[in-house]
């Protein structure tokens, strides 16, 4: 694997808690509509202390996605909802510095859910548990990326629900997206003989054919989207990777073969406000070219996150799929990164580092 930026993912220096005072970015109100710097309150308190069963950690990677904004919903989405007055919600890399839990010891570098704070006290457990990671040769973001929610969710989503097959047209939304960026390479790994990718603008469009394993690429502003599928797909589309739900979606459903693939994955063309999404006109394509529509969610995959993490790390090795990131630092970022998500950011996983392992 590539050695660049390395970082051991064990340690057994001692740690010393020396920072005063455990920064932390609030949600400030419930948000309506997108998201505004005022839904953002920083903050300054004391470093906490974990109680029985508890550990401490000292966060160092936060990663940004966009069900962080579904999070944040009366709803929550599949999580239940953010407070107000709370630190944020995200997925995250920590170190632990206190233990009071058998299974995390002192130096243990972990990931899971977590919140924007410098430490943060966890009760490890529910349905996606924090994990140990491994020691390794790549960079420990990786582990929010393409070891993390959106490869893990991109692998299973194409492999056990989608099942692409060899020849098979495969067609993604979001393609420069955390999960989306992934799923053009899994598909050419399985075999399939051609990848479509989505994306919003021509230098996005020109990076998933040059550097994200697709084929071709749909510019959804500017091109003639039923057009450009009947080019590029001919006799129709055997698989659909959605990300982004609405027209797209709906358009799609007009372009599957018969027993056609697609699942849901996300609906950012919604912005995530709340759950209130558009629902498809052409629905009625699934009876009639006896299409399988399936959602996927990492949840159902918890015990076989090491399965899939391994077959990913196999395909890096290989050169079949490429690691993207967009890696920032600076804690007072964190807002403004999260509304980039939905603005317009890099390809890739979208990460802010906040420190290195002790």
């Not at 953002?40 to 966009?66: C, H, I, M, N, S």
């Not at 243990?108 to 410098?118: A, I, K, N, Q, S």
Request: charged share 25%; hydrophobic share 35%.
């Amino acid at each position: 694997m590539p050695s660049d930026g390395e970082q051991t993912l064990t340690t057994t220096k001692e740690i010393d808690v020396t920072q005063p005072i455990n920064r932390q970015w609030l949600m400030s109100r419930r948000p309506v509509g997108d998201l505004t710097p005022d839904d953002f309150q920083y903050k300054e308190g004391p470093v906490p202390e974990p109680g029985e069963d508890e550990v401490l950690l000292r966060t160092l990677y936060f990663g940004f996605d966009a069900t962080q904004r579904l999070w944040m919903t009366e709803d929550g989405g599949y999580m239940p909802p953010q407070a107000p007055g709370t630190p944020v919600r995200t997925m995250g890399i920590g170190q632990v510095v206190k233990s009071r839990h058998p299974d995390y010891k002192e130096g243990d570098l972990v990931d899971g859910f977590m919140t924007w704070e410098d430490y943060f006290v966890v009760r490890p457990g529910g349905p996606m548990p924090m994990r140990v990671l491994p020691k390794a040769n790549y960079p420990l973001s990786w582990n929010l990326g393409m070891f993390g929610v959106g490869g893990l969710t991109a692998y299973f989503g194409t492999v056990d629900q989608l099942r692409v097959q060899p020849g098979d047209t495969v067609v993604v939304s979001a393609a420069t997206g955390a999960t989306g960026h992934v799923v053009g390479g899994i598909a050419k790994a399985l075999g399939a003989k051609k990848a479509i990718g989505f994306a919003g603008d021509a230098d996005k469009c020109r990076w998933i054919v040059e550097s994200g394993h697709y084929d071709a690429a749909i510019n959804y502003r500017t091109d003639d989207i039923p057009a450009r599928l009947r080019e590029l797909c001919p006799d129709g589309v055997d698989a659909y990777y959605d990300n982004v739900g609405g027209d797209i979606l709906d358009e799609m459903f007009l372009h599957m073969k018969q027993r056609g693939r697609i699942v849901i994955c996300g609906a950012m063309s919604q912005g995530y406000a709340d759950l209130n999404f558009q629902g498809p006109k052409n629905y009625g394509k699934i009876v009639t070219q006896l299409l399988r529509v399936e959602g996927v969610h990492l949840f159902y995959f918890a015990d076989r996150l090491d399965q899939g993490a391994k077959k990913l790390a196999e395909w890096v090795q290989q050169g079949k799929l490429r690691v993207e990131e967009d890696v920032h630092e600076g804690f007072e970022k964190a807002p403004a990164l999260l509304m980039s998500v939905f603005t317009g950011k890099k390809p890739g996983k979208l990460i802010l580092k906040l420190g290195d392992p002790a």
